[in-house]
């Protein structure tokens, strides 16, 4: 069976036009015009494996949708657009997109951008297996200096404030592992890209930025002083562990 796609576009002629295409690649897609009925088939089908989201639609922008989405799921979502500038890019991003594509596109760049977000969701889905993995897991204590630490496991796709998990987007989470797993160094943008976006994003460098902004202001106390996720002018950025416990524990399956 082929991955599941649903296409939120207004345009019929574009909405036909991609759901042709990628059937031709093998998902099965499903479409929706306006946000409501996108939603709608959300709460009825489940969440697919891929979104690509127009951010021009008449009845709620594509802003409203990316956000409502974004409330209990993590679906990999790719914003297609006429409006190119900066101020729609990153607002996309911060309203919680994974990718932007600019109009008019090439079939095969959205092919290739959804391919890399699929293996990118993948890869999380497998390191969420904890029941199947052989080897106790292993928690990272990031930031301890509280009755509510912040933990990260890599193995167990799991980052949690105390005993609350976090809700982070699959791309939100492979970049605090890249992040604080390489804790101390500093890591460009060019190198997060090529990590964390599998080396197959062609756009924008402030991609990185955006998603850093975001993650911020679900890891840290302060975002608007982050002490974890640290800007090194002119190079990228460093992760810096507020915690005397970073080399850390192995837990047992099952265990909180």
Aim: charged letters at 35%.
């Amino acid at each position: 069976m082929g991955a599941n796609l649903m296409i939120v576009e207004d345009d019929d002629r574009v909405r036909g036009a991609l759901r042709v295409a990628m059937e031709d690649e093998g998902y099965e897609v499903a479409e929706a015009w306006e946000v409501d009925a996108a939603l709608e088939h959300l709460r009825n089908h489940g969440e697919p494996d891929v979104m690509i989201v127009n951010l021009m639609l008449g009845d709620m922008d594509g802003f409203t949708c990316i956000r409502e989405v974004r409330r209990d799921s993590d679906v990999p979502i790719i914003v297609i657009s006429a409006r190119d500038d900066t101020h729609d890019v990153v607002a996309a991003l911060e309203a919680g997109a994974d990718d932007f594509v600019s109009k008019p596109f090439v079939i095969k760049e959205i092919s290739a951008r959804m391919r890399a977000l699929r293996r990118r969701a993948r890869l999380a889905e497998r390191d969420n297996g904890a029941d199947d993995l052989p080897e106790p897991l292993t928690e990272i204590v990031l930031e301890d200096h509280s009755d509510h630490p912040l933990v990260l496991s890599p193995d167990g796709g799991l980052v949690r404030r105390g005993e609350e998990p976090l809700h982070l987007t699959v791309t939100e989470f492979r970049l605090l592992c890249e992040l604080a797993t390489n804790a101390g160094r500093v890591l460009s943008r060019g190198v997060l890209l090529e990590r964390v976006w599998d080396g197959e994003f062609f756009g924008d460098e402030r991609i990185v930025d955006v998603h850093v902004r975001r993650l911020r202001t679900k890891i840290e106390r302060d975002p608007g002083a982050p002490r974890l996720v640290v800007t090194v002018r002119g190079l990228g950025y460093r992760f810096d562990v507020q915690s005397d416990r970073h080399e850390i524990a192995k837990i047992s399956h099952g265990s909180s």
